[in-house]
């Protein structure tokens, strides 16, 4: 099926990279594992008191560290941070170790997703939309560049795109 044991999504806040994630691991009986849930459960705050103390260099650094543990497992789907492709490292090891999946989606739609959301201290500004805009215009080559596999999650719901996720990971040689 697979040239690879694990299956990493990337994609922007909002994109449903955790929520799909979670079924997808569940139909295909995998882990599901949560970048930035590991890096809460290691250091015992939650995202938005890393940027605070840290700022987002060391919320990155933290990210790295569960980055380049978390490929080396087997039979795991790993939901990532939206920040992620930011490294290059990141990116090489994603690639190098797995199939990689972009969940693609408009800033729009995730500002409607993510709106009353305080966990995302990226978010924390005057004109969240234009935020949202500003990282997909910066960080889209990127999520592109380490895909093996683009999925719209625009306006649909979970089980569709696990669904369509599943079908092509089937059907595609990848």
């Known amino acids: 099926m697979m040239r690879a044991q694990n299956i990493f999504i990337v994609g922007p806040m909002g994109a449903g990279k955790s929520t799909v994630g979670r079924q997808l691991a569940e ?12 890096i809460q459960r290691r250091t015992g705050v939650d995202i938005p008191t890393i940027f605070e103390f840290e700022g987002e260099s060391g919320f990155r650094a933290r990210e790295r ?8 497992e087997e039979r ?11 490294s290059a490292e990141n990116r090489q090891d ?34 969240p939309l234009a935020k949202l805009r500003e990282l997909m215009e910066e960080r889209e080559p990127l999520y ?31």
């Open 27 to 38: 139909t295909l009986s995998y882990t599901f594992k949560d970048s930035d849930q590991e």
């Open 65 to 72: 560290q569960v980055i380049e543990e978390l490929v080396g």
């Open 76 to 86: 795991i789907v790993l939901a990532t941070g939206g920040g992620v492709i930011l």
């Open 94 to 127: 994603l690639a190098a170790r797995g199939v990689v999946i972009y969940l693609h989606c408009s800033p729009e739609q995730q500002y409607a997703r993510t709106a009353r959301d305080r966990n995302r201290p990226l978010l924390d500004t005057e004109d």
């Open 144 to 174: 592109r560049q380490v895909a093996d596999m683009v999925v719209s999650t625009e306006k649909r719901g979970t089980s569709s795109v696990v669904k369509e996720i599943s079908r092509r990971l089937e059907s595609e040689e990848i």
